[in-house]
Structure formats: C-alpha cells, structure tokens
C-alpha cells in the first residue's frame, strides 16, 4: 500500500495517481529497484491518499498542502483501508504521509530506514520515500540521494515487494 499527499490537478482527469510529473520519477524509482514497470506497480500496489480531495493551489506555487481539518476529515478513508487490505507493507511518500503515520521527523531520520508502525491493530513495516515531486531538492543532494537509495534497496528486498515480483 503506496500512501500520498493528495490528489493534484491531473489526477482526476487521469483518473489514477500519480499521474504527472512526480508519477514519472516514483515509477522510475521503482523500475530502478525493482525491475517493475509502472504498469505491474499499478496493478500490484494499492494507492491512497492523506487528503482525497486536491487542496487547491499554493499562491506560492505548486499544490497547497491539506490543511489539518482536512486530513482528520480524510483520516477515516485510510483506517478502513488498513481495516480492508491488511497491507504488509506501507509505502508513505512525502512528509505529509509520513508525518501522519510516523509522527512528525526529518526526512533523514525515516526514510531509508523500516519503520514498524500500528495499522489497524497490525504491526506492519514502513518503507517512507521522499515526494518525488520537481519541488524538493531533497532526493537529489545528500543525505537524501544516499537514503532514497537505501529506501529503494529495502524496498526491492522487502518480502511483500519479493512476492510481487515472483507473481510477475
């Protein structure tokens, strides 16, 4: 189960996530730890959203980030899911998701590290990523590029990823 921010504005149109521009860079991550096209992602990973509404422009631009009324609005959507799919693993990607199911932390005190956290009363491991979004420089200087690799290399030996590859 792969969890984002919220939708942004081509999604809808789409009619999947991770559409645009960040879509092309987290499946991109994928197919490079991997070896999964954005097709067997899709058809293997369960996506969901923080927020399930696009919050709206940032005036100072790019996506305005869900305010915190809005998440606990959007809270119950993920909490059924977990109840439903009983995932064994939960990808958060960017802070917003990871602040919901870790708690709030740098960037470089989670990603590239599993994490075990409570989802409907399971304990199930964590694998956070960075927002692949054009916005951040994260990824692309240290520690980020080095932990967004050690992230993609536990994601691509986890268990569940494993299962999925065989299934393939």
């Known amino acids: 189960m792969l969890i984002g921010q919220a939708p942004g ?13 960040a879509g092309r860079k987290l499946f991109r991550w994928f197919y490079e730890a ?4 954005e097709d067997a992602v899709r058809s293997s990973v369960y996506f969901a959203a923080v927020c399930r509404c ?3 422009k940032n005036p100072k631009g790019g996506d305005r980030v869900p305010s915190p009324d809005e998440v606990a609005t959007c809270a119950p959507w993920i909490e ?12 958060p990607v960017g802070k917003l998701a990871i602040t919901q199911l870790l708690g709030a932390m740098p960037l470089d005190q989670c990603v590239g590290r599993i994490v075990r956290i409570r989802a409907n009363g399971a304990i199930v ?8 979004s054009g916005a951040s420089a994260w990824p ?5 590029k080095s932990l967004l690799a050690q992230a993609l290399e536990l994601l691509a030996r986890h268990p569940a990823v494993l299962g999925l590859r065989e299934a393939k």
């Open 9 to 21: 504005t081509k999604e809808p149109i789409l009619g999947r996530p991770f559409a645009w521009t």
């Open 34 to 37: 991997t070896g999964m096209d």
């Open 54 to 56: 696009f919050p709206g």
């Open 80 to 91: 059924r899911e977990f109840a439903l799919l009983q995932p064994e693993l939960i990808i």
């Open 125 to 132: 491991d964590a694998i956070p990523l960075p927002h692949p």
């Open 140 to 144: 692309h200087q240290e520690p980020g």
